[in-house]
């Protein structure tokens, strides 16, 4: 019975430990995210299309060929193919030709909107990291927000524990007569609010985990479990003066103003190929023709055969076309000066995006310091009220204060470990933004 017992419970742990849930690491969440969000893969398509029309310009400078054929039947007064000559008569003929074009000049028009779609098909490339960071970003907000709300329900269950002693405590106390009826309904308010507490921080934490299965895209589980261990927080102060730093490196690596950095460029080819529809354009043609008619007949008034037609009928044509834009209502001029405006507010985008990214580093620095100054005052502060709690403890054992004194302390101790929780989890969140555009590698995104 023993060994049988043994072998059962075996068989448990083994069973339980194969199908623990999973701990999610930050990493983890962030790469997983990445792979199955919905908007970075339509992101991609965007990158797709900016590829193929990039492409496409390349392959605009080679030959246009077209190849015509007709077949034709004719009854009636028609105008012979063969001599010109109005004649009553019916017959069929057919035609074949093959016509290439190229353009030898056109203002650099093709070689500009080559170097424009370039710049727009990495502009999509930037767009798609970009979709990405801001992926990686909303779900280390989520990542974080359940860890405060497990920090939460963690302290609410201390809460509750000591509530539950005081409680037996006073329950004791109140059974020998050495305290009143009062103080153990005061102590089971206390308790109820508590549990109350625990039940309410327990729902943030089931919302934070759906926030984050949510911007995982995991669909196929309904909670999801993180790694109980997160590095110490930093309490090393970002210097303002190495402000300028950050930001010459996030101006060299950050997508979103990298890719209005390529649009600005995009958009001054796009006018420099506007602007070569005002010069003359030079193209080359060349054609080969050849064609058959019942009409064609020799000496004994017979259809010369269908292969000989074609050797006989068969000619070559080669030749230029010279387009000079001379007037065309001014359109030509309206295009160019459209596109100057658009490459103007292009740059003026830029200019936009660089003060918008100068701006963030700033409110980032400061509130950086201004959370590390937070945090080592909260820190204190927890100290100082837990060892307030303590005396209360001990002085409302001895009967030197009563039930809402020692709620009160306890109360302040419980608030205090929350500020201390939410300005730590602040300022990890703070300064891991901070060494993201430091440069850091913070998040997988390739």
Same mark, same amino acid.
């Given at each position: 019975?023993?060994?049988?017992?043994?072998?059962?419970?075996?068989?448990?742990?083994?069973?339980?430990?194969?199908?623990?849930?999973?701990?999610?690491?930050l990493?983890?969440?962030?790469?997983?995210?990445?792979?199955h969000n919905?908007?970075v893969?339509?992101t991609?398509?965007?990158?797709?299309?900016?590829k193929?029309?990039?492409?496409q310009?390349?392959?605009?400078?080679?030959?246009n060929?077209t190849?015509?054929?007709?077949?034709?039947?004719?009854?009636?007064?028609?105008?012979d193919p063969?001599?010109?000559?109005?004649?009553?008569?019916?017959?069929?003929?057919?035609?074949?030709?093959?016509?290439?074009?190229?353009?030898?000049?056109?203002?650099?028009q093709?070689?500009?909107?080559?170097?424009?779609?370039?710049?727009?098909?990495?502009?999509?490339?930037?767009?798609v990291?970009?979709?990405?960071?801001?992926?990686a970003?909303?779900?280390m907000?989520?990542?974080?927000?359940?860890?405060?709300?497990?920090?939460?329900?963690? &302290?609410? *269950?201390?809460?509750?524990? /000591?509530?539950?002693? +005081?409680? !037996? $405590?006073?329950?004791?106390?109140?059974?020998?007569? #050495?305290?009143?009826k009062?103080?153990?309904y005061?102590?089971?308010? &206390?308790? *109820?609010?508590?549990?109350? /507490?625990?039940?309410? +921080?327990? !729902? $943030?934490?089931a919302?934070?985990?759906?926030?984050? #299965?949510?911007?995982?895209?995991?669909?196929?589980e309904?909670?999801?479990?993180?790694?109980?261990s997160?590095?110490?927080?930093s309490?090393e102060?970002?210097?303002?003066?190495?402000?300028?730093?950050i930001?010459?490196?996030?101006?060299?690596?950050?997508p979103?103003?990298?890719a209005?950095?390529?649009?600005?460029?995009a958009?001054?080819?796009?006018m420099?190929?506007?602007?070569g529809s005002?010069?003359?354009?030079?193209?080359?043609?060349a054609?080969?023709?050849?064609?058959?008619?019942?009409?064609n007949?020799d000496?004994?008034?017979?259809?010369?055969?269908?292969?000989q037609?074609?050797?006989?009928?068969?000619?070559?044509?080669?030749g230029?076309?010279?387009?000079?834009p001379?007037?065309?209502?001014?359109a030509?001029?309206?295009?160019?000066?459209?596109?100057?405006?658009?490459?103007?507010q292009a740059?003026?985008?830029l200019?936009?995006?660089e003060?918008?990214?100068?701006?963030?580093?700033?409110?980032?620095?400061?509130?950086?310091?201004a959370?590390k100054?937070?945090?080592q005052?909260?820190?204190?502060?927890?100290?100082a009220?837990?060892?307030a709690?303590?005396?209360?403890q001990?002085?409302y054992?001895?009967?030197?204060?009563?039930?809402?004194?020692?709620?009160?302390?306890?109360?302040?101790?419980?608030?205090?470990?929350?500020e201390?929780?939410?300005?730590g989890?602040?300022?990890?969140?703070?300064k891991?933004?901070?060494?993201f555009?430091?440069?850091?590698?913070?998040?997988?995104?390739?």
């Open positions: 019975m023993t060994k049988k017992l043994y072998i059962s419970l075996f068989t448990f742990l083994v069973t339980t430990l194969g199908f623990s849930q999973k701990k999610w690491s990493e983890e969440c962030v790469s997983y995210a990445i792979d919905l908007q893969k339509n991609s398509y965007a990158e797709d299309s900016g193929e029309t990039y492409r310009s390349i392959r605009n400078l080679l030959p060929v190849g015509f054929s007709d077949y034709r039947y004719s009854e009636g007064l028609i105008e063969q001599t010109g000559v109005l004649v009553n008569n019916e017959f069929y003929s057919t035609s074949y030709s093959l016509r290439a074009n190229i353009d030898v000049f056109q203002g650099f093709k070689l500009n909107t080559i170097k424009a779609s370039k710049f727009i098909y990495r502009a999509t490339q930037e767009d990291t970009q979709q990405k960071f801001l992926l970003f909303r779900v907000s989520a990542y974080y927000d359940i860890k405060f709300n497990e920090g939460l329900v963690a &302290n609410s *269950l201390e809460q509750l524990e /000591l509530s539950q002693s +005081n409680y !037996n $405590l006073v329950q004791k106390q109140v059974e020998l007569g #050495l305290m009143a009062a103080d153990l005061e102590a089971e308010s &206390n308790l *109820l609010g508590d549990k109350l /507490l625990v039940t309410q +921080n327990k !729902n $943030l934490l919302l934070s985990k759906l926030t984050l #299965l949510q911007e995982m895209n995991l669909t196929e309904n909670n999801i479990e993180l790694e109980t997160l590095d110490p927080i309490t102060l970002t210097e303002k003066a190495s402000l300028d730093s930001y010459r490196v996030a101006r060299e690596f950050v979103l103003v990298k209005q950095d390529l649009r600005t460029k958009a001054k080819k796009q420099q190929a506007t602007r005002l010069y003359p354009s030079l193209t080359v043609i054609s080969l023709n050849s064609g058959f008619s019942e009409t007949r000496d004994n008034d017979m259809v010369i055969p269908f292969r037609q074609l050797g006989d009928n068969f000619s070559r044509f080669v230029a076309e010279l387009n000079v001379l007037s065309m209502g001014w030509n001029r309206s295009r160019v000066k459209q596109q100057k405006i658009a490459y103007l740059k003026n985008n200019e936009i995006q003060q918008e990214l100068f701006q963030l580093l700033q409110q980032l620095v400061q509130t950086n310091e959370l100054d937070e945090y005052q909260s820190i204190k502060r927890m100290e009220q837990e060892l709690f303590s005396i209360a001990k002085q054992e001895k009967g030197l204060i009563n039930a809402l004194d020692l709620f009160q302390a306890k109360n302040l101790y419980g608030v205090a470990q929350n201390n929780l939410q300005v989890l602040r300022l990890k969140v703070n891991s933004t901070i060494d555009y430091s440069g850091l590698p913070i998040f997988n995104i390739n």
